[in-house]
């Protein structure tokens, strides 16, 4: 698509040579700008990214500004976003009320290694919202809220193994990075899935005491229990597998592993980093009416600021308290995200939670938009979701109970439509999910479908069926 930048005020500095982009040019590259400073970046920056996950959208764009539900990168392209920097801006860009506080906030000292009144204001609001939230303990990133849970799960237990599932991301340390996205080769047998490291470098013996179970899939918790039971300290579930595919727990699930937990003297951890404060402001436990003992926050908690947390029964959290559980961080607790998260939560939950039931509904009109303008075009896709979170699977495969499900996507056509939408102003995350937000609304449903339209339409798309393959992740 030829693409005129009319001023193009970047200046770039390329392999030691400085390019005044402040002339006018014509190419016929949308996205030079955000290419020529990847470029850059990959000169100090390992990999030009902060995150390697990110460099994985058709094009890592290096993003300026946003306002709302629209993002602008330094092209000068506008998209709706749909990334919400990978979930936490559950009220859009630069929300008028935060933006607000942290200028106040940014007039008071930034941090004090101390108590301060925000740190009781926010767990006292976590606590009227969430059904487990007995206490509150705030750490900056989801991961090490994970490793928190886990730890205090093995020292209340007295034992060591976790359950974890097939498909689930809890974080990237060597504790939890396991079976997240394992090949076909690798995964073992339904009925007895394989421990599958993540990474290179991290200790084969982070799989010793972890099990791996089919998701969704009662019976095989149940063998794993009737097998290891007594050495099982806790279960941890995302109530929705949103990291692979968005797909919802079948009707009696988290019932039955509440119901088996509780028998064999485990704890229930729901992982709320996704769901938290996005699918209603009690969390997925609030919804599905299932009490964990303990749970874990982030992403959306502080609307966009670095903060997370965990929280659950009291006489669990309390063994950190009474130093039998170690644990500390030089960032937890600092005002600016309590600020953040003070106004956040408000926001979501006044109103009867109105704002996230409006994000919900949207998210849910547009799955649905989606699903029958791909089925009017002959497009085989199905949708799944909650609404403000929600993926996308393209290929014959229609449903999707768990990680084996997610596997058998058509990752090829994904991949050209996510890169077709984006050269059409829509940005989603690259393994096909959508987050929806508060600022999102019936404008931002028919643009994108719309878009949608016209890539089906397209004669880039026509030309690129019957290549597909099933087996790039
Ligand atoms: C489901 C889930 N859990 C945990 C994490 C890790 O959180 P953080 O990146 O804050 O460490 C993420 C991050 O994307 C996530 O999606």
Same mark, same amino acid.
């Given at each position: 698509?030829?693409?005129?930048?009319?001023? @193009?005020?970047?200046?770039?500095?390329?392999?030691?040579?400085?390019?005044?982009?402040?002339?006018?040019?014509?190419? $016929?590259?949308?996205?030079?700008?955000?290419?020529?400073?990847?470029?850059?970046?990959?000169?100090?920056?390992?990999?030009?990214?902060?995150?390697?996950?990110?460099?994985?959208?058709?094009?890592?764009?290096?993003?300026?500004?946003?306002?709302?539900?629209?993002? +602008?990168?330094?092209?000068? #392209?506008?998209?709706?976003?749909? $990334?919400?920097? @990978?979930?936490?801006?559950?009220?859009?860009?630069?929300?008028?009320?935060?933006?607000?506080?942290?200028?106040? *906030?940014?007039?008071?000292?930034?941090?004090?290694?101390?108590?301060?009144?925000?740190?009781?204001?926010?767990?006292?609001?976590?606590?009227?919202?969430?059904?487990?939230?007995?206490?509150?303990?705030?750490?900056?990133?989801?991961?090490?809220?994970? *490793?928190?849970?886990?730890?205090?799960?093995?020292?209340? $237990?007295?034992?060591?193994?976790?359950?974890?599932?097939?498909?689930?991301?809890?974080?990237?340390?060597?504790?939890?990075?396991?079976?997240?996205?394992?090949?076909?080769?690798?995964?073992?047998?339904?009925?007895?899935?394989?421990?599958?490291?993540?990474?290179?470098?991290? $200790?084969?013996?982070?799989?010793? #005491?972890?099990?791996?179970?089919? @998701?969704?899939?009662?019976?095989?918790?149940?063998?794993?229990?009737?097998?290891?039971?007594?050495?099982?300290?806790?279960?941890?579930?995302?109530?929705?597998?949103?990291?692979?595919?968005?797909?919802?727990?079948?009707?009696?699930?988290?019932?039955?592993?509440?119901?088996?937990?509780?028998?064999?003297?485990?704890?229930?951890?729901?992982?709320?980093?996704?769901?938290?404060?996005?699918?209603?402001?009690?969390?997925?436990?609030?919804?599905?009416?299932?009490?964990?003992?303990?749970?874990?926050?982030?992403?959306?908690?502080?609307?966009?600021?670095?903060?997370?947390?965990?929280?659950?029964?009291?006489?669990?959290?309390?063994?950190?308290?009474?130093?039998?559980?170690?644990?500390?961080?030089?960032? #937890?607790?600092?005002?600016?995200?309590?600020?953040?998260?003070?106004?956040?939560?408000?926001?979501?939950?006044?109103?009867?939670? =109105?704002?996230?039931?409006?994000?919900?509904?949207?998210?849910? =009109?547009?799955? *649905?938009?989606?699903?029958?303008?791909?089925?009017?075009?002959?497009?085989?896709?199905?949708?799944?979701?909650?609404?403000?979170?929600?993926?996308?699977?393209?290929?014959?495969?229609?449903?999707?109970?768990?990680?084996?499900?997610?596997?058998?996507?058509?990752?090829?056509?994904?991949? +050209?439509?996510?890169?077709?939408?984006?050269? +059409?102003?829509?940005?989603?995350?690259?393994?096909?999910?959508?987050?929806?937000?508060?600022?999102?609304?019936?404008?931002?449903?028919?643009?994108?479908?719309?878009?949608? +339209?016209?890539?089906?339409?397209?004669?880039? @798309?026509?030309?690129?069926?019957?290549?597909?393959?099933?087996?790039?992740?």
């Amino acid at each position: 698509m030829a693409y005129v930048l009319a001023s @193009w005020l970047t200046l770039l500095v390329i392999h030691g040579r400085t390019v005044s982009s402040q002339m006018i040019h014509t190419t $016929t590259d949308r996205y030079a700008g955000s290419r020529a400073l990847l470029e850059r970046a990959r000169q100090s920056l390992a990999g030009g990214v902060s995150s390697p996950f990110r460099a994985k959208f058709p094009v890592p764009l290096f993003l300026q500004d946003g306002e709302g539900p629209k993002v +602008r990168d330094v092209d000068g #392209n506008e998209y709706i976003d749909y $990334t919400l920097a @990978w979930g936490p801006l559950i009220l859009g860009h630069k929300h008028p009320r935060l933006v607000a506080i942290l200028r106040e *906030q940014a007039a008071k000292p930034h941090i004090f290694g101390a108590q301060h009144e925000l740190e009781y204001q926010v767990a006292e609001l976590i606590q009227s919202l969430v059904p487990c939230a007995e206490r509150v303990v705030f750490t900056s990133s989801g991961s090490e809220a994970v *490793q928190c849970a886990l730890r205090l799960a093995r020292a209340y $237990t007295s034992r060591n193994k976790i359950l974890k599932f097939e498909g689930y991301y809890h974080g990237w340390l060597d504790s939890v990075l396991l079976s997240h996205h394992p090949s076909a080769a690798e995964m073992g047998p339904p009925e007895h899935p394989h421990v599958v490291l993540g990474s290179q470098g991290q $200790t084969p013996n982070s799989a010793d #005491n972890v099990l791996v179970a089919r @998701w969704n899939d009662l019976e095989c918790v149940e063998k794993l229990f009737a097998e290891q039971g007594d050495f099982i300290a806790a279960v941890i579930t995302e109530p929705v597998l949103c990291n692979s595919g968005c797909i919802l727990p079948e009707p009696g699930y988290l019932e039955g592993l509440r119901k088996l937990t509780q028998e064999y003297g485990a704890l229930l951890i729901f992982h709320e980093i996704i769901a938290g404060f996005r699918i209603a402001p009690g969390g997925a436990q609030a919804v599905y009416k299932v009490t964990p003992d303990l749970a874990t926050f982030g992403k959306a908690l502080a609307g966009g600021l670095t903060l997370s947390a965990f929280a659950g029964r009291r006489e669990i959290l309390e063994q950190m308290a009474e130093g039998r559980v170690a644990f500390g961080g030089t960032f #937890n607790g600092n005002s600016f995200s309590l600020a953040a998260a003070l106004a956040t939560l408000d926001e979501i939950s006044r109103d009867g939670g =109105r704002l996230l039931q409006h994000a919900n509904h949207t998210g849910r =009109r547009l799955m *649905q938009a989606l699903a029958e303008t791909a089925a009017e075009a002959g497009v085989p896709l199905s949708v799944t979701g909650f609404g403000a979170a929600f993926s996308l699977h393209f290929g014959p495969n229609q449903i999707h109970r768990d990680y084996r499900d997610y596997l058998l996507d058509d990752r090829e056509s994904l991949r +050209r439509f996510l890169h077709a939408m984006l050269d +059409r102003g829509i940005y989603s995350l690259p393994d096909g999910r959508f987050y929806v937000s508060a600022a999102h609304g019936e404008a931002e449903v028919a643009e994108t479908v719309q878009a949608a +339209r016209s890539v089906f339409h397209s004669q880039e @798309w026509k030309a690129g069926e019957g290549k597909l393959t099933t087996d790039e992740r």
